[in-house]
């Protein structure tokens, strides 16, 4: 079955820098795009970012982009997410997340089928 | 980018009864690239349907998607006590994707 861990949340102060990692296993990782969103406390969804199947792609939201990069380990079956310059408007739970076609046609983002259980982000002095 | 606006922003029904659920696009939202996910508290979201009328592996036949263009919207026929959760549609036709606010659909 399809599992998707994340690790590397935690408390960082304005300013600073974390990096998510996402374990994947039970697909083909290097078949996949692969997406990154998150949800503030009591807020709803926020699509962060997405990168395609062979990392040859990604694409950001405007919130993140300049200060985030999405990342692949396909030799790992491992998904990144580089968080630099943090802000307190970035304290969220972050998921990791499978779309749900395969290769290329993803494009620049399709349907979530897969979901991890997230890893908190507090941006706080 | 395309914004998505869901309403109404909660609905509340008993169990048995009818939920519609609207989500209207700023823009067209091409080749119909909508999908419907529920999220209960404490958990991942689940996809429901994509291609705004394609239900995802193993969900049960009470929840449908409809629409084209700029309305879409998902029906639940018949209200199971588990179905009370908030609702996100998503748009992946224009970049960037982007999600709608959520619907609650709680107890009446």
């Known amino acids: 079955q399809v599992q998707l861990v994340e690790s590397g949340g935690g408390v960082v102060q304005p300013g600073g820098s974390l990096r998510l990692s996402c374990a994947a296993s039970g697909f083909t990782f290097s078949s996949y795009g692969m997406h990154w969103v998150r949800q503030a406390p009591g807020k709803g969804l926020e699509w962060v970012a997405f990168?395609?199947?062979?990392?040859?792609?990604?694409y950001y939201a405007d919130s993140v982009k300049g200060r985030f990069t999405i990342s692949r380990d396909n030799s790992k079956n491992t998904l990144y997410l580089q968080m630099n310059s943090l802000r307190a408007e970035d304290t969220a739970v972050y998921y990791c997340a499978k779309d749900r076609y395969y290769g290329s046609g993803a494009g620049f983002g399709g349907p979530i089928d897969y979901w991890g259980q997230g890893t908190l982000v507090t941006v706080s002095s | 980018e395309i914004v998505l606006t869901q309403s109404p922003g909660t609905l509340s029904l008993s169990p048995g009864e009818r939920a519609t659920l609207s989500c209207r696009a700023s823009q067209r939202v091409s080749s119909s690239y909508l999908a419907w996910y529920q999220q209960k508290p404490g958990q991942a979201p689940r996809l429901l349907i994509y291609?705004?009328?394609s239900r995802a592996t193993g969900i049960p036949d009470r929840f449908s998607g409809s629409g084209s263009g700029t309305d879409f919207t998902l029906t639940i026929s018949r209200l199971d006590p588990e179905d009370f959760a908030v609702y996100y549609c998503?748009?992946?036709?224009?970049?960037?994707?982007?999600f709608g606010q959520g619907t609650k659909v709680e107890i009446k």
């Open positions: 291609g705004a009328s």
């Open positions: 990168i395609q199947y062979d990392g040859s792609n990604s």
């Open positions: 998503q748009q992946y036709g224009g970049s960037p994707t982007t």
